[in-house]
Every structure is written in structure tokens, then in C-alpha cells.
């Protein structure tokens, strides 16, 4: 056994903190201090001259045998400096986790293996603890990083359909600005044919109502076939000069050269002239409810357009209604002059509605009369044009009143 000579040595062996194993060559317990007892639950008097092997779990006793072997043959081999960590057994049986310093040295000409050994349960506890809770983050981690791919995954495939989108939408939008600009171009070329045609036409036009009235005054009053039949040539030779009017002025407005003259005139009496004008034209048994306005004082307007634009309206109102239908036309003042124009015609079917005052544009139920689809659109350009408004309220087959209201006095 191994004999310690001093009180303090012994004092200091037995309280050190790490547990002390002192055995010779063949394995034996030689000493052991308090530690150990701690440790692995033995006593110290159970322990001296017991075999080594008792603080190795089964199943590593081969083992263990195998290294002490090696150890008795060079006393080297076991020495290491550096602390490893092995598995003891407690005495009930328990596995520790242990940590081991090995050295080795010799007195009195025997060889000693000394064995620091320090229980680190709860160090291997924490540590357990830290891995399972870095496994559960690291899968945490693994998982977002799964759902933001799947995301940004999601996001690039959104981004690419819009990026498809908007470049879709860009090329209809160019097609639709190229077709517009088509629609454009062909309309001015429309209206500059229209206005060079009529220049041409109305030379001639004129030629022919010049000759017709000359015919007129030559033929003898009593042949009254010829009188009817001049009659004719006269009104077509100026419905066809109103309808070259109306193609020369598309051409004035498409330019904004229209130049209004503005003058003092009584609103009845242009009504008479209009009522007159009409009425040449009105189909079998229709007839105009106009009650002239008593009070309606004097428009400083343009005359001239003021009388294209309720000739137009009423003319339509005459053109779109059935024989033996009224048209009403009501007039009223006030800051304003309001003239109202109704019909008990065919009608305007609601989604052509809105296309009513585009030049050129007829609605599918008037195609079977005489038009050209232009006289609204000049007479919308010119009631703006003199500051005023028109609407319209229409049901097919019950009939269409167009309302104009423009300033008595205009200050433009
Ligand atoms: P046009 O009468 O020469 O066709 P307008 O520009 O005067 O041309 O009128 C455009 C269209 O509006 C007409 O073709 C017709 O379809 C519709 N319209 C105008 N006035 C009336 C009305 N009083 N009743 C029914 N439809 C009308």
C-alpha cells in the first residue's frame, strides 16, 4: 500500500476537487481520496486492492484490460497530458460521463498510474442540450430557408408573369395607338377628298340651279308639269348644296379655321326662316308644333351656324319619324336660350348611343334612309363652338328629343 509521510499531502489529496485513483501495475486500487468516493459511490475501504476494472462499464472492460496491458509493458502509454473524456461505471450501476487526466510515476522502484478524474454529468447534459437545441434550430433555419425559397421561388414566377403581362399590354397598347393614328390619318383624307369634291361640285351645282330658274322664267306659267319639275331640280340641287356645306365645313372644323361672326338678330324670325325651309320637306301628314316665344328677345349670335344647327336637328326630326307624326319644338329663355326638339320617330337603339355625334357614324336603323352621318358632328362642333351644350334622349321605336341651349349673349 501506498504510504503517504505527510499530514498536509494527505489533507490536500483528500479535499482536491477532481477525484484521485492511484493504482500499480496490475490494476490494483492503491489509494483514492474523497472525490472518488463522491463519484462512483464507494467507500474508499471498499475500494483499496480492488481491481480497476470495477469503474469500467462491461461492455468496455476488454478493452480497458487491453490498454492497461499495453500500459504494465511501457508506462508511456497511457500518459497524456491533455484530458480525454470516458465512460465510468457508478457503483449502482449508473454509466458517467467522466473526464481523464493520466500520468504515471514510480517509488520505491514500483510503477503508479495516477488517474484525475472529474464527473461531467452536467456538462455533457448542457452540451446535450445545446446539440438538441441547435438540431431544432438548425432545422428551424432549414425549414424557413425552404418556405423563402418556395416564396422568392413563387415571387420570380409572379414577377415574370407581369413582366409577360406588361409587355403584352404594351404591345396591344402600340397596336391600339397605330390603329388610332390610322383611324386618324383616314378620317383627315376622308374629309380633305370630301372638301376638295365638293369645291368641285358646286360650280357646276350652282350652274344647274342658275339654268333651272332661267328655264322657269322663259317657260309659260300654264305648263305646269315643267313648273312641278323645276320645282324638284331647285330643292335637290339644294339639299345638295346644304350636303356640300356640311363637307366643307368638316373640313373648316377638322383645321379650326371656323371664324364665327357674331350679330344681333331676332330668334323668331330665323324660326320662320328654318320653318319654312322645312317644311318643303316634310313627309305626308306630319306636321311642326312651334308655338313662337312671345318674350324671346334678341341672341347676339352667330346667325349664319345658329341656323345650321336647328336646321340639322329638325331636319333629322323629320327625316327619322313616319308620316302623320307631330314634332314638337319648344323654346325657352332665361340665362340661357333652351330650344327643344322631340319626334315620334324610329329612334336611337341605346348602345349606338354614345357613338351619335362621331363623324361619320349612322345607326343600324337609319341606314335604309338618305345620310352621310355627319350633320351632328358639326352641329355638336359648332354648339361648342358658340359655348353651348346639346343632349339628347332617345328610345327606339318611341321617338328622340335633342336639346340645344346656348347663350343669348356670347362672350367669347
Ligand atoms: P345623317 O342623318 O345624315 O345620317 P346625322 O349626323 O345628322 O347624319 O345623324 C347621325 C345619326 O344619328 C343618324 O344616321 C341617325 O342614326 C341618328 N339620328 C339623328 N337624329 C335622329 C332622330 N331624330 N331620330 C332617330 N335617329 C336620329
Known amino acids: 500500500m501506498f504510504d503517504g509521510n505527510s499530514d498536509i499531502a494527505q489533507v490536500a489529496f483528500d479535499t482536491t476537487l477532481e477525484g484521485i485513483i492511484i493504482a500499480d501495475s496490475d490494476a490494483k486500487i492503491v489509494m483514492t481520496n474523497k472525490a472518488i468516493e463522491k463519484i462512483f459511490g464507494y467507500k474508499a475501504a471498499e475500494l483499496l486492492g480492488k481491481d480497476l476494472h470495477m469503474f469500467v462499464p462491461k461492455t468496455l472492460r476488454a478493452l480497458h484490460l487491453e490498454h492497461y496491458k499495453m500500459y504494465a509493458k511501457d508506462p508511456n502509454y497511457l500518459s497524456f497530458d491533455n484530458a480525454r473524456e470516458i465512460i ?43 446539440t438538441i437545441a441547435k438540431t431544432i434550430l438548425e432545422k428551424k433555419v432549414k425549414d424557413y430557408t425552404a418556405e423563402l425559397e418556395k ?14 403581362e406588361i409587355k403584352k399590354k404594351i404591345v396591344a397598347k402600340q397596336k391600339a395607338r397605330k390603329a388610332l393614328i390610322a383611324e386618324r390619318e383616314l378620317g383627315q383624307l376622308k374629309t380633305k377628298f370630301l372638301s ?30 315643267v313648273t312641278k319639275h323645276l320645282k324638284v331640280i331647285k330643292s335637290m340641287v339644294n339639299h345638295l348644296s346644304n350636303i356640300l356645306d356640311d363637307f366643307l365645313s368638316l373640313d373648316r372644323i377638322e383645321s379650326g379655321q371656323i371664324h364665327y361672326k357674331f350679330s344681333k338678330f331676332g330668334f323668331n324670325k330665323l324660326m320662320e326662316k328654318i320653318m319654312k325651309e322645312t317644311s318643303s320637306l316634310m313627309k305626308k301628314g306630319q306636321h311642326i308644333n312651334y308655338i ?12 349664319r351656324i345658329v341656323h345650321i344647327i336647328l336646321s340639322n336637328i ?51 336603323n337609319a341606314t335604309h334612309l338618305q345620310g352621310t352621318g355627319i350633320g351632328l358632328n358639326i352641329v355638336k362642333a359648332n354648339v361648342e363652338g358658340l359655348g353651348g351644350t346639346i343632349v339628347f334622349k332617345s328610345t327606339l321605336n318611341e321617338g328622340t328629343t335633342f336639346t340645344v341651349r346656348l347663350p343669348k349673349n356670347v362672350d367669347i
Open 88 to 130: 465510468g461505471m457508478h457503483k449502482d450501476g449508473r454509466q458517467l460521463p467522466l473526464e481523464l487526466k493520466l500520468s504515471q510515476f514510480s517509488y520505491k522502484n514500483k510503477d503508479y498510474a495516477q488517474a484525475i478524474i472529474t464527473d461531467i454529468t452536467k456538462r455533457k447534459a448542457k452540451e446535450t442540450e445545446n
Open 151 to 164: 416564396v422568392v421561388k413563387q415571387l420570380r414566377q409572379t414577377n415574370q408573369d407581369l413582366e409577360i
Open 196 to 225: 376638295l369634291a365638293s369645291h368641285e361640285f358646286r360650280t357646276p351645282l350652282s350652274g344647274i340651279l342658275t339654268s333651272a330658274i332661267l328655264i322657269g322664267k322663259y317657260i309659260p306659267e300654264e305648263k305646269e308639269n
Open 292 to 303: 313662337p316665344c312671345t318674350i324671346c328677345p334678341k341672341l347676339y349670335q352667330d346667325k
Open 314 to 364: 329638325i331636319f333629322n326630326a323629320i327625316k327619322y319619324s313616319p308620316e302623320d307624326s307631330p314634332i314638337d319644338i319648344a323654346v325657352k329663355t332665361g340665362e340661357t336660350i333652351v330650344i327643344t326638339v322631340t319626334d315620334k320617330g324610329i329612334g336611337i337603339p341605346k348602345n349606338e348611343q354614345k357613338d351619335i355625334f362621331s363623324r361619320f357614324y349612322r345607326a343600324s
